[in-house]
């Protein structure tokens, strides 16, 4: 059977289990929502709301990390956590999950609910036909569940952007001594999880494909990425994305 990968298609956790799939050359087919209705497709394939999901011949890997795992094993590539770098590649993962991630979607999210024509492509524009008409009309009530549920506020905006700067300055410090990538001159599972997890706030084409066109997006998102494109650790991310992710 090809694995399915369930989605929030531009969920930065299921680009990069799709980056790690994609880069490993494994075969699967995409089941891609909007977010909340990606509820009832998540629960069937793990029993918990939580995508990326990957439904394999070996088992159901619910989370992003299950899934670079799985591509390491089955795939066709270097290792994403070779053995000589396995502490820091965790630790830097670590950070990049717990920390980045959740700032940076709460950051984008703060700018762009704010825009109705952004919202509404957001919640219409994938998944079956039932789910672009449902997502049409009841847009106004999963931007206001996600505003609620991730605590999109002002307060909690500012300080998600200072969580960012800060990873962003540790980033950049890592790169100082010339080295390629955050752990020498080898692709890892770090520098997957930080380019993917930073991709809302620097939308490279090769994420921008699964979201909202950033020519689209209101003024106020563009200038946010802006502002981080011309950072350090921004261009780095973009630098990755052009280079590895392989489609
Ligand atoms: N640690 C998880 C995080 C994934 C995650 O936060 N997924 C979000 C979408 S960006 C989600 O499915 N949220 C739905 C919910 O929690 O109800 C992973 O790495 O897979």
Same mark, same amino acid.
């Given at each position: 059977?090809?694995?399915?990968?369930?989605?929030?298609?531009?969920?930065?956790?299921?680009?990069?289990?799709?980056?790690?799939?994609?880069?490993?050359?494994?075969?699967?087919?995409?089941?891609?929502?909007?977010?909340?209705?990606?509820?009832?497709?998540?629960?069937?394939?793990?029993?918990?709301?939580?995508?990326?999901?990957?439904?394999? *011949? @070996? $088992?159901?890997?619910?989370?992003? /990390?299950?899934?670079?795992?799985? #591509? +390491?094993?089955?795939?066709? !590539?270097?290792?994403?956590?070779?053995?000589?770098?396995?502490?820091?590649?965790?630790?830097?993962?670590?950070?990049?999950?717990?920390?980045?991630?959740?700032?940076?979607?709460?950051?984008?999210?703060?700018?762009?609910?704010?825009?109705?024509?952004?919202?509404?492509?957001?919640?219409?524009?994938?998944?079956?036909?039932?789910?672009?008409?449902?997502?049409?009309?009841?847009?106004?009530?999963?931007?206001?569940?996600?505003?609620?549920?991730?605590?999109?506020?002002?307060?909690?905006?500012?300080?998600?952007?200072?969580?960012?700067?800060?990873?962003?300055?540790?980033?950049?410090?890592?790169? *100082? @001594? $010339?080295?390629?990538?955050?752990? /020498?001159?080898?692709?890892?599972? #770090? +520098?997957?999880?930080?380019? !993917?997890?930073?991709?809302?706030?620097?939308?490279?084409?090769?994420?921008?494909?699964?979201?909202?066109?950033?020519?689209?997006?209101?003024?106020?998102?563009?200038?946010?990425?802006?502002?981080?494109?011309?950072?350090?650790?921004?261009?780095?991310?973009?630098?990755?994305?052009?280079?590895?992710?392989?489609?």
């Amino acid at each position: 059977m090809i694995p399915r990968l369930v989605t929030i298609r531009f969920s930065h956790y299921c680009e990069k289990a799709r980056w790690a799939l994609d880069r490993a050359r494994l075969a699967y087919d995409e089941d891609a929502h909007a977010p909340i209705l990606s509820y009832p497709a998540a629960l069937r394939a793990s029993g918990k709301r939580m995508v990326p999901v990957l439904v394999t *011949d @070996d $088992g159901v890997m619910a989370s992003s /990390g299950a899934i670079l795992d799985w #591509a +390491d094993r089955h795939g066709h !590539a270097p290792p994403l956590r070779p053995a000589e770098h396995a502490h820091v590649v965790a630790a830097l993962e670590r950070t990049f999950d717990d920390k980045l991630g959740p700032a940076t979607r709460r950051v984008a999210y703060g700018h762009i609910l704010p825009d109705r024509a952004s919202v509404t492509e957001m919640f219409s524009g994938v998944g079956p036909s039932w789910e672009r008409r449902l997502g049409a009309t009841a847009h106004p009530a999963f931007a206001a569940v996600i505003r609620r549920g991730l605590k999109i506020d002002a307060a909690g905006v500012a300080r998600s952007r200072r969580r960012v700067d800060a990873i962003f300055a540790d980033v950049a410090a890592r790169l *100082d @001594d $010339g080295r390629r990538y955050l752990c /020498g001159d080898q692709f890892t599972g #770090a +520098d997957l999880t930080f380019a !993917a997890l930073a991709a809302p706030l620097v939308y490279p084409d090769a994420y921008a494909r699964f979201a909202v066109p950033l020519e689209d997006m209101a003024p106020s998102v563009r200038e946010l990425v802006r502002s981080y494109r011309h950072t350090r650790a921004g261009a780095f991310a973009l630098r990755l994305y052009a280079e590895d992710r392989a489609t």
